[in-house]
Antibody, heavy 118, light 110 residues
């Protein structure tokens, strides 16, 4: 069965960096696009970024463009999110989600919590 | 900046029918936005319900249905049950690799 397991969250000071990982299993990782979606405490879902199956195409929400970088290592079945210049408003649960045909997010991980605070 | 709009809250009686909507701050939602819907209960990851306007995700009961109503996407729950009490989110594909979620609707079953 499809499993997505995020890791790398924690408490970080404003302006610092953090890298999240998402380990995938149960499907052919290298043939699917992948997303990051986040949720601030008590707030709604916010789409963050998508990467194509081969890693060549990447798209970002305006709120993170220029600060966050999505990447993947298909040899390790792992998705990443490099987050730089972190702000308090980046605090939240970060979910990775599998893309299906650029139509929807068909599987989600359980998320990893990022807290940006001094 | 495109905003995807949803009712902040809604209530339905057990056994009743409710329709949640998903609109755009400017313009109409169409099938080309590939509207999809997700259910989220506290502390859990979102669960896919409907994609491509009206296609059921695997294992989702038929009492959940999707459509376009006027200029909005819609999620209709027929025969509401207590465990349908959740937050519901729509998301639209805006083109050029960009997705935008609505603010979510908190559904109460009482």
């Amino acid at each position: 069965q499809v499993q997505l397991v995020e890791s790398g969250g924690g408490v970080v000071q404003p302006g610092r960096s953090l890298r999240l990982s998402c380990a995938a299993s149960g499907f052919t990782f290298s043939t699917y696009g992948m997303h990051w979606v986040r949720q601030a405490p008590g707030k709604g879902l916010e789409w963050v970024a998508i990467i194509s199956y081969h890693g060549s195409n990447k798209y970002y929400a305006d709120s993170v463009k220029g600060r966050f970088t999505i990447s993947r290592d298909n040899s390790k079945n792992t998705l990443y999110l490099q987050m730089n210049s972190l702000r308090a408003e980046d605090t939240g649960i970060y979910y990775c989600a599998k893309d299906w045909e650029m139509v929807y997010f068909d599987y989600w991980g359980q998320g990893t919590l990022v807290t940006v605070s001094s | 900046q495109t905003v995807v709009t949803q009712e902040p809250s809604f209530s339905v009686s057990p056994g009743g029918t409710v329709t949640l909507t998903c609109g755009l701050s400017s313009g109409s939602v169409s099938t080309s936005h590939y509207p999809s819907w997700y259910q989220q209960t506290p502390g859990q990851a979102p669960r896919p319900l409907i994609y491509s306007t009206n296609t059921h995700s695997s294992g989702v009961p038929d009492r959940f249905s999707g459509s376009i109503l006027g200029n909005k996407a819609a999620l209709t729950i027929t025969g509401a049950q207590a465990d349908d009490e959740s937050d519901y989110y729509c998301v639209l594909y805006m083109g050029n690799g960009i997705w935008v979620f609505g603010g979510g609707t908190k559904l109460t079953v009482l």
